[in-house]
């Protein structure tokens, strides 16, 4: 069975929650006095510290994170830092109020494996405003080295308070472990399979099954769907176990979507042992996306090639066919072994 077809783990979209501050309610996750939600337990992605005016998450690096290379996909920085830069800012407002994530940006500055161990995003606030609120990150790796730099810019909501509604209660003990705790399915190809083929020959690998799917696939559900003159389309389930404590799926589970859509744009053009790496990524989430809704689907599209640098953009479509988020990347392209 698919983890994503597995029966969802946590709480999400809990009403007694509204009745709590930011602070409250992020103390709560904090202690583990409330239930995390699936996305944590999909992927072990928890809170370390909090304030009225900062946060910190840690997500430790397992197998099931790498992607085809044998590295992180880029995008774990995204699946780390978007929860402490929105709670940097969420922290600080009252009940009845919440924020969203509308932009995210992140600078990509080093590559990381499995000897990074885990990731910690540090977030603090920049600006806070009555409706708005800006926030920064830095994401390191357990040694310190640092590897991305995020800004993310937050939306006050209204939300309903629910009064009656009774606060969750402690998660109960699995009867299995969670899925970033078990052995990682899917397997890393050897760098030698990658040697004189074209950028649209390894896609089209990945898209016949000659090269194998990596762990991240077989972990959310990430796949590849078809690659044309200067654009690729990817799809993931819009599961529940993406999930965070809001009623939708989480922004940096999404945003892996679209980094992999972004990243892979450039590959219909890309010349046999030339190598490619992302060096940011720029997301505006434009609408929520609900869980069990179907599957999402991120389409990349190549607008310029240079010698050294590559620019795609691209969005991020519901199972409706609305655009959740417009996306944009440029790459570094060097030869092989550079």
Sequence with gaps: MNVWDEPVRGVWASPGLTRLSGIESMRGFLERRFPAPPISRLTGLRPADAGLTHSVFTLPVTRWLLDATGHLMPSTAALVSDAPLGAAFGNSLPAGKVCTTSELSISYLRPAGMDAERLIAQAEVIKAGRTTGLTEARITDA????????????????????DDAPL???????????????EAEGAVADPAAFAGLTGREIFTGWLSGALPRPPVSHLTGIRPQE??????????????????????????ATAM?????????????????????????????????WPGSGDLTAEGRLVHHGKSIAVTRGEVRAADGKVAILAESSLQLRPTGS
Excluded: N
Excluded at 234 to 243: G, Q, R, T, V
Excluded at 259 to 288: E, G, N, W, Y
């Design 143 to 162: 040694q310190g080295r640092l590897l991305a730099h995020a800004t993310s810019r937050l939306v006050v909501l209204d939300v309903p308070v629910f």
């Design 168 to 182: 969750p209660g402690p998660d109960d003990a699995p009867p299995t472990p969670d899925p970033w705790r078990r």
């Design 227 to 252: 690659i044309g003159d200067d654009a690729v389309r990817w799809s993931m389930p819009a599961s529940e176990w993406l999930c965070s404590p809001a009623p939708y799926l989480y922004g940096g």
């Design 257 to 289: 979507l679209a980094d992999a859509a972004l990243t892979s744009a450039v590959m219909p053009a890309l010349p046999a042992d030339v190598a490619f790496r992302p060096l940011d990524l720029k997301l505006r989430f434009l609408r929520p996306v």
